[in-house]
């Protein structure tokens, strides 16, 4: 099972790569949604590691990890923006719905953000 440090340096690295791309010019914004889910994901689950919650391998366990543990239980939004990741980037890889450079904005500051400096407060 990965290690907290290993989710972290995952969720570095996807945070880079949608860091790279313009969202006012890519024509790749979909991959930008997905990058910032999936790094938020990474977040998440160096979080879970750090108590020993590691053998996560379904997003419906996944789901369940934030009634399993306490950080989680007592920020209760932090559940909602991963939730509005989770179906934001599941409808951009395969409803094939097209997001405006403001939604992706939004996406990346208001929910990635706070999912991020949760995770980071509590490790």
Do not use: C
């Not at 996807?14 to 990058?35: A, C, K, M, R």
């Not at 790094?39 to 934030?66: C, V």
């Not at 920020?75 to 939730?83: A, H």
């Not at 097209?98 to 990346?108: A, C, W």
């Amino acid at each position: 099972m990965p290690t907290k440090d290993q989710h972290l340096s995952k969720a570095e690295h996807n945070e880079g790569f949608f860091t790279s791309l313009d969202i006012n010019t890519t024509p790749y914004i979909d991959w930008v949604i997905t990058g910032i889910f999936y790094s938020a994901l990474h977040y998440i689950r160096a979080l879970a590691a750090k108590y020993s919650f590691e053998n996560i391998s379904s997003y419906g366990e996944m789901d369940n990890l934030f009634n399993r543990l306490s950080d989680f239980r007592n920020d209760p939004n932090i559940y909602s923006d991963y939730r509005q990741l989770k179906d934001d980037s599941r409808a951009a890889r395969y409803e094939i719905v097209r997001f405006s450079p403001s939604d992706v904005i939004d996406l990346r500051d208001v929910e990635f953000r706070r999912i991020k400096s949760f995770v980071i407060s509590r490790l």
